[in-house]
């Protein structure tokens, strides 16, 4: 059995937080499976598919291999709450596989992390059905706080982590691991006790998180998640389900991997353009453009523009040593979104010169024939000379001495 998967397909058995990480590069579930069995991570045998005659097949051939009619026919998209949003059926029998494949592929699904705008389902990955005796909860992730990995495990698996935590804070056991000493058995046991596993359990469970953390540190992942992790009546622990998250700091360890497992349709075009052009932007909710220059100006530019009753429509971070050509792609990628009525420009020019900004700001606004309001701060290196060429330009640009006047003026401008 195979898995379409980005290093060529392998034989073998082919928590989802509500905020999905900026810096992270995800990919699809089966993928994310393919990955676990190859560090010895238990996964039910399943089959990735692109269309309907692909989930009939693969129905057909888990239900010869396995002799259990039930199969999963599972929705592959970057979002979790398929499940709650009609993504995956239980099913029985070829017949029943092939209507759910006919009606989840190409269904829009709508979760509590994909917005209103759901996501169109290209993808399907058809499962072995599974005998479940009780579900768990597992994940890895980054703490912040403590600068380590920290493993976290509850009894309530298949449910959001977060209602756990807000509701049942006691029934998330927490561990980090040393970064000196790596995970300990110790720690793994006292997970185990904690979930109430049998002997038999503790042991499989034991090898599944080694694997798990082996996984977490060898591919530079931001989250590795299993919601739910079973648990079946002859002692197996098996992830049911499985994400992956990478820190796409590390993508010079990883590029030709990576780029070969991303699903382009499932980011933001905008995001990707701009990864492209070398520019760090976030597309959000707001009506109010940002182009900055540091991603702390830039998040400070965002809490100004929201303290004066403003909403940010973007982070956008052009870098130190942005061009005029920079510059005029930001303006573009930021005017995609039809809910912009204000474009804030806010450059304090140490390595980038303030001069150079107001050239692709009168180039970008020539260009791009700009209707919307456009506030420029200016200041730093070159920044009476910058300051010149946005007055001389005779182009509609109000400028703004500090960051706050700044953020009150294009508020202001854009609610007009």
């Known amino acids: 059995m195979l898995y379409a998967f980005g290093r060529g397909a392998q034989p073998g058995p082919e928590v989802c937080h509500d905020t999905q990480e900026a810096s992270a590069v995800n990919i699809h579930e089966y993928q994310a499976k393919e990955l676990y069995w190859r560090y010895g991570i238990p996964v039910p045998k399943g089959i990735a598919c692109m269309s309907v005659e692909e989930a009939t ?5 888990l239900i010869e291999e396995t002799g259990n009619e039930v199969v999963v026919v599972k929705a592959q998209i970057h979002a979790g709450g398929r499940g709650k949003a009609g993504g995956v059926k239980v099913v029985k029998g070829v017949n029943a596989a092939t209507e759910a494949a006919t009606e989840i592929l190409g269904k829009t699904l709508v979760t509590h992390q994909t917005g209103p705008e759901g996501k169109v389902v290209q993808r399907l990955l058809v499962e072995q059905g599974l005998a479940i005796k009780s579900e768990l909860y597992l994940a890895l992730v980054v703490d912040r706080e403590s600068s380590r990995i920290a493993i976290m495990a509850s009894t309530e698996g298949g449910m959001d982590i977060e209602e756990v935590a807000a509701s049942t804070p006691e029934k998330i056991h927490t561990i980090t691991i040393d970064p000196a000493v790596g995970l300990q058995g110790y720690q793994i046991r006292q997970l185990a006790f904690g979930l109430g596993l049998t002997n038999q359990e503790q042991k499989n469970f034991s090898k599944l998180l080694s694997g798990l953390g082996k996984l977490f540190e060898q591919e530079d992942c931001s989250i590795a998640e299993i919601n739910p992790l079973i648990l079946t009546e002859d002692e197996q622990v098996i992830a049911l389900d499985a994400k ?13 991997f990576w780029k070969s497992v991303r699903d382009l349709s499932e980011e933001a075009a905008t995001e990707t353009e701009a990864k492209e052009a070398g520019l760090s932007f976030i597309q959000l909710d707001g009506n109010i453009g ?3 220059n540091g991603a702390g100006l830039a998040m400070s530019t965002m809490d100004t523009i929201k303290y004066y009753g403003g909403e940010p429509a973007n982070f956008l ?5 942005a061009s005029e050509e920079a510059v005029t792609k930001g303006f573009r990628i930021i005017l995609q979104s039809e809910a912009v009525q204000g474009i804030f420009v806010n450059i304090f020019g140490g390595i980038m010169r303030c001069d150079t900004i107001a050239n692709g700001v009168v180039a970008a606004t020539k260009e791009l024939g700009l209707e919307v309001p456009l506030v420029v701060r200016l200041e730093g290196t070159k920044v009476e000379e910058g300051r010149k060429i946005l007055d001389e330009s005779g182009l509609a640009i109000t400028s703004a001495a500090t960051m706050a006047e700044g953020a009150q003026k294009i508020v202001a401008l854009a609610k007009g």
């Open 57 to 61: 097949a693969a129905a057909k051939k």
């Open 244 to 256: 992956v998250n990478f820190d796409s700091n590390a993508e010079f360890r990883h590029r030709d």
């Open 290 to 292: 940002c182009l900055v």
């Open 317 to 321: 971070d052009v870098g130190g040593g």
